[in-house]
């Protein structure tokens, strides 16, 4: 799953959120937010943004490919 599908299924459970009114709450266009699903081109401060517009935590980690485990 990339980005924009993770942020598409967060706007569903949180209330079936559409993505102009995801892009409301974050200070953008709706015309702008399409434009950065299309190309999955999300900038961590955007995710921050986001993740506060759904009301949750942004959490970033790198995880280990042969453990599956967080590698901090």
Wanted: hydrophobic residues 35%.
């Amino acid at each position: 799953m990339d980005v924009r599908e993770y942020i598409k299924l967060c706007c569903v459970k949180r209330g079936n959120m559409s993505e102009a009114e995801l892009a409301r709450r974050t200070g953008q266009t709706p015309q702008n937010m399409n434009n950065k699903h299309k190309r999955n081109t999300f900038k961590i401060s955007e995710l921050e943004k986001i993740a506060d517009a759904l009301d949750a935590e942004l959490k970033i980690s790198f995880i280990d490919r042969e453990t599956g485990n967080p590698i901090i």
